[in-house]
């Protein structure tokens, strides 16, 4: 089973609308969570980092709300734009081992129509 | 800022040969990380270095697989004897070492297959 599971799979918005992608994971304990934006054919891009401590980051139209007693963090993504088509990744860092062995998500393949 | 830079971006070859990926990081990051991707999962962790030392390997790196980062600057992955279930993105990524939340940065990846 994956230690981190994302949900939903795929989703469809018309442009303008908000979204939120959900992440559920059970690494524990955890150095950080992260979310990451990758386009298709390139490198995951880094949207956010969260410590354990921390509850909400924003950036930019992008807002990562972290619940650690559930195990639970959201990705809210404001007023949508046909560029925002990608795949989000949740991405949790495990505290052992310096937080460097990232544990990836499969992702929410996200398409924003006109 | 240059970022990661991973070459050649496709490689195609036949069953058996051997292939060798070359990552060069961002200048200033001493940390080094490979990871593969296939496609609809997310990167998987295959090795990392700090500097020129070779820190953990995954298991998915079986003894056909090979890293190195001889100056602390680039690194190469070499993968001998190439299968079918090698075909893959194949994904570097660099970043600052001494404290754990600095975030890492992905190169665009090698995307490999296996005829």
């Known amino acids: 089973k994956n230690q981190v599971e994302q949900s939903p799979q795929s989703l469809i918005i018309l442009e303008g609308k908000n979204c939120t992608l959900q992440?559920?994971?059970?690494?524990?304990?955890?150095?950080?969570l992260r979310w990451y934006k990758q386009d298709t054919g390139r490198g995951p891009v880094s949207l956010t980092i969260m410590t354990f401590s921390e509850n909400t980051k924003s950036n930019g139209r992008y807002t990562a709300t972290l619940d650690a007693d559930t195990k639970q963090s959201s990705l809210h993504i404001t007023a949508s734009q046909l560029s925002d088509s990608a795949s989000y990744i949740c991405?949790?860092?495990?505290?052992?081992?310096?937080?460097?062995?990232?544990?990836f998500g499969t992702g929410t393949q996200l398409k924003v129509e006109l | 800022d240059t970022g990661v830079s991973q070459n050649p971006r496709h490689k195609i070859t036949k069953r058996g040969q051997n292939v060798t990926f070359r990552c060069d990081p961002i200048?200033?990051?001493?940390?080094l990380y490979w990871y593969r991707q296939t496609l609809g999962q997310g990167p998987e962790f295959l090795t990392y270095f700090q500097n020129e030392a070779q820190l953990e390997k995954s298991r998915l790196l079986s003894d056909r697989f090979s890293a190195e980062r001889p100056k602390g600057s680039f690194s190469t992955l070499e993968i001998q004897r190439t299968e079918q279930g090698d075909s893959a993105m194949y994904l570097c990524a660099s970043s600052l070492g001494g404290q754990p939340n600095q975030p890492q940065h992905f190169g665009d990846g090698t995307r490999l297959s296996i005829l």
């Open positions: 200048s200033e990051h001493n940390r």
């Open positions: 992440c559920n994971y059970t690494v524990s304990p955890f150095s950080n």
């Open positions: 991405v949790v860092s495990p505290l052992t081992g310096g937080g460097n062995k990232l544990t």
